[in-house]
């Protein structure tokens, strides 16, 4: 499964002559018609590691807005495999725009009570899913493992331009883990958090340690602009989206990207980078979770 080589777009604006910044945009939401964004590059090479074990079946969890359930039912569809999506809680009796998707692309949604859910991860809920579904490759919620990571740090080595820093939204931290592994020390990571709370710098930590990396330098987690938590607006961030997608032509979604490019062009205004700086922002894609969200009504 070969995806293209995604472009890399600079933005100029009348703040970032002022601050003499160069903004450069790394539009990972353009690799795939379907699956697109950092989630295609966390599924590659599991969906190869799949094939090695002879699984025909990918079984996954996620909320019933999940991206990453999205992008399961599509890769599934595209690459030859069958899928189940383990959802959050009751059926609803109009599946939303993600789960009217994943059910056209052939996945087949298994609901589970909130109290089993929590529980996912243990044997007795898995071998549960397993007498009913049979051996599956089962891939984790928000779809970060050690070959997710890999996959996301291709996205370092693709990168043929030069920058200082590099920025990506953080759901889990799979997708930040790749940039900071593929880089090793040697620029800047900066990932901003989609949600509340402050404990997504240990579970980077963990990642890194899982996928054996040694360099732990060079890179933060900004966690000022979640906007109240995952999921959570405020006009001034809907605005914000309105206006960049006007003035750049580059679509935003207000869950991820909305939040980063905000907090980025707030850290810039209040001086955060040197002059001179080259940044670029990783565009994880997740635009289709628009259809479910009618914030620009
Ligand atoms: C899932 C998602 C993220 C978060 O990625 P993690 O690897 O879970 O940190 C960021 N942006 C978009 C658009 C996503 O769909």
């Given at each position: ?65 999940s ?6 039912a ?23 725009p ?13 609901y ?98 899982e ?29 914000f ?27 810039i205004?209040?001086?955060f980078?040197?002059?001179?700086t ?20």
């Open positions: 499964m070969q995806s293209l080589k995604t472009p890399i777009q600079e933005i100029r604006d009348p703040l970032l002559d002022e601050k003499g910044i160069k903004f450069l945009v790394k539009r990972d939401d353009l690799n795939h018609p379907v699956v697109s964004g950092n989630k295609f590059r966390k599924l590659k090479y599991n969906l190869e590691q799949a094939k090695l074990e002879g699984r025909d079946t990918l079984l996954t969890f996620g909320g019933a807005f991206n990453h359930i999205y992008a399961v599509g890769a599934g569809a595209s690459f030859g495999f069958k899928t189940i999506g383990v959802i959050r809680g009751e059926a609803h009796e109009t599946l939303n993600t789960l009217a998707f994943a059910q056209s692309q052939g996945m087949y949604l298994h589970m009570d909130r109290e089993s859910y929590r529980r996912k991860s243990e044997p007795e809920i898995l071998e549960q899913l397993e007498s009913q579904f049979g051996k599956c490759y089962i891939l984790p919620e928000g779809g970060t493992n050690g070959l997710a990571i890999k996959g996301c740090v291709e996205i370092i080595s693709e990168v043929d331009q030069d920058f200082d820093v590099i920025t990506c939204p953080v759901g889990t931290g799979g997708t930040v883990s790749g940039l900071i592994a593929g880089l090793n020390g040697t620029k800047r990571v900066i990932g901003f958090s989609a949600l509340k709370g402050d404990f997504l710098k240990d579970e980077v930590y963990t990642l890194l340690e996928v054996g990396t040694e360099n732990l330098r060079n890179w933060s987690i900004q966690t000022d602009y979640h906007f109240g938590g995952y999921a959570k607006v405020k006009p001034d961030l809907i605005s989206i309105q206006e960049f997608e006007r003035a750049h032509n580059i679509p935003l979604e207000p869950i991820y990207t909305g939040k980063m490019f905000y907090g980025l062009f707030d850290m205004r209040n001086d980078f040197e002059k001179g080259v940044i670029m922002a990783l565009h994880t894609g997740g635009l289709q979770g628009n259809a479910g969200f009618d914030f620009r009504a």
